[in-house]
Each structure stands twice: as structure tokens, then as C-alpha cells.
């Protein structure tokens, strides 16, 4: 964006959820890289002190917040911790997500659907409200919410589809909403395809009153599990990311090979339906 301070950098301060593994852990990683101070939150509290020392032992300054984003009051009081200790806010990344598959949706109970859109949604919902007056505040920032590229294509992924899509119309309309009231914050919506993260081991973070799903096919289960292992390495789509920051790209699609699924779609909705061949 011309004449837009710079976003990324030393003295910059980045709050990421999902920070212990997977994408959150890549952009913890490559902002700690840019000079940036880093806080990072999570619901999994050993694996989230480990990812902080890590990254501490390298030299970062980062700080671990234990969050659970379907809390309104945690990611509240995630805000203030962030306040308290640097500042300011200048890149939020509302990056925590779960799958919750297993089940038909019509077999789902509430709680199985409040889980994933509690975690999906909400905490992206919970990020924005906390968030986005702190970021107004600033010379310059940014919003980057993590959908996936299976919220730009046909649904199939019951819960987790679902609450994709609707991230990706959130960052859309947040997108507009800022264009207007504080121009200095720009939206960037993740919409990546297979990345080498944990998310198809997230039943790990179910709650305790959630019922556990029932085992994937086998064969789906090891299908994942491949596409997963294969996937593009976080780090990779840290990169995208600042990326897209520094250039004001708004939709981040790290994987243009896997396109065509959105295009697809797009001719489906025009001519009527019915949907066609899947993300997954």
C-alpha cells in the first residue's frame, strides 16, 4: 500500500493464536525473524512453553499466553497481556482452528458444533472485537485470518467447511469495514491448501464435555494423513503471509496448483449447481 508505513519489522509487535505448531508456529517464527516481538497464544499449554523457548533461545522476545479464542473474557484478557507488555499491537493473526470431522453433521450434537465454531469462528470473531480497536490506534497494521482453501470451494467438510467460508466473508466485509474507519489497518484472509501441520490430530484439544467423534475410514484417515505429511511447510506459508502484508494482497492462496477448485465452483454457483468435485 503507497505510502503505508511498514507493518513488518524490528520494534513491530505480532500476536498470533495457534502459536504452539503448525502455521502459528511458522508466522511466530518468521515475525521473530523480522525483529518483531512476539505473542504467542495457545490452548495447549506444555507444547506452547516449548514453542516459546525455542523460539526465546534463538534470541526472540516473545511471550506465551495461555487462550482458549472460543473465550471472549480470554482473548480479552490476551489483549491486555499483550498491552501490558509491549505497548501496542501491529499484526494480529487470528490463525487457532480445529477440524471436529467424524461425523455426518445431522449426527452432531450442539457441543460438537459449538467446539469447532466456537474455535473456528468465534475465535476469529473474539480477535476482531478485542483487537481491531488497538490496531486503529496504530501508525500502520494488519489482520490476517486464517481460513483454508476449503473456504473458497465446495463444502465438504461439514463444521469445518462451515465455519471457513464464514471467516473468509467476515475478512471480506472487516476488509470494507476498515476502507472506511481506520485505513491504516489492512485484512489479509489465509486461504491455504495442504500444509505439514497437526490440525487432523485436533480431537487432542477437545473439551472434556465433548464426545469424542468416531474414527475416520481408514482409508480417508491415511489419505489425510499423506496429503498432511506432504503438505507445504509452515514456515513456507509464513512467508506467503508477510508477503501479503508488505503488498497489500488481501486473499492469500499459497497453493495456485489447487486453483482450479475455485474456479470450479465459481461456474457451479452460476449455473445452477449442483456442486462438483470437492477440496478434499
Known amino acids: 500500500m503507497e505510502g503505508r508505513s511498514e507493518v513488518v519489522g524490528p520494534g513491530r509487535v505480532a500476536v498470533v493464536t495457534g502459536a504452539a505448531s503448525g502455521i502459528g508456529f511458522g508466522l511466530s517464527q ?9 505473542v504467542m497464544a495457545d490452548v495447549e499449554g506444555p507444547a506452547l512453553a ?6 526465546a533461545g534463538r534470541g526472540a522476545e516473545v511471550l506465551p499466553v495461555l487462550t482458549d479464542v472460543s473465550s471472549g473474557e480470554q482473548v480479552d484478557a490476551l489483549r491486555d497481556r499483550a498491552l501490558e507488555a509491549f505497548g501496542a499491537v501491529h499484526v494480529l493473526c487470528n490463525n ?29 470473531i473474539n480477535g476482531v472485537r478485542a483487537f481491531v480497536p488497538v490496531l486503529m ?29 464464514a471467516v473468509v466473508a467476515l475478512s471480506e466485509g472487516l476488509h470494507f469495514q ?28 477437545r473439551p472434556a464435555d ?8 481408514p482409508q480417508v484417515a491415511e489419505g489425510m494423513r499423506q496429503l498432511l505429511a506432504s503438505g507445504m511447510e509452515p514456515l513456507e506459508v509464513a512467508g506467503h503471509v508477510v508477503d501479503a502484508i508488505r503488498g497489500g494482497r ?23 449447481g449442483p456442486p462438483g468435485t470437492a477440496f478434499l
Open 96 to 124: 487457532a482452528g480445529v477440524t471436529g470431522l467424524g461425523r455426518p453433521m445431522w449426527e452432531m450434537s450442539p457441543r460438537d458444533w459449538e467446539w469447532v465454531l466456537g474455535v473456528n469462528l468465534w475465535g476469529v
Open 178 to 205: 476498515l476502507a472506511q474507519r481506520g485505513p491504516a489497518v489492512g485484512v489479509s484472509v489465509l486461504c491455504p491448501g495442504w500444509v505439514r501441520t497437526r490440525i487432523g490430530e485436533s480431537d487432542r484439544n
Open 137 to 165: 490506534e496504530q501508525d500502520a497494521a494488519h489482520v490476517v485470518n486464517t481460513a483454508s482453501l476449503a473456504g473458497l470451494t465446495t463444502g465438504v467438510l461439514g463444521p469445518y467447511s462451515v465455519t471457513k467460508h
Open 50 to 55: 516449548e514453542a516459546a523457548d525455542l523460539l
Open 250 to 272: 488481501f486473499y492469500v492462496l499459497t497453493h495456485p496448483e489447487m486453483s482450479d477448485g475455485i474456479r470450479r465452483r465459481a461456474e457451479e454457483v452460476l449455473a445452477g
Open 210 to 217: 465433548v464426545e469424542p467423534g468416531p474414527d475416520l475410514d
Open 30 to 38: 518468521r515475525f521473530a525473524a523480522e525483529g518483531m516481538r512476539v
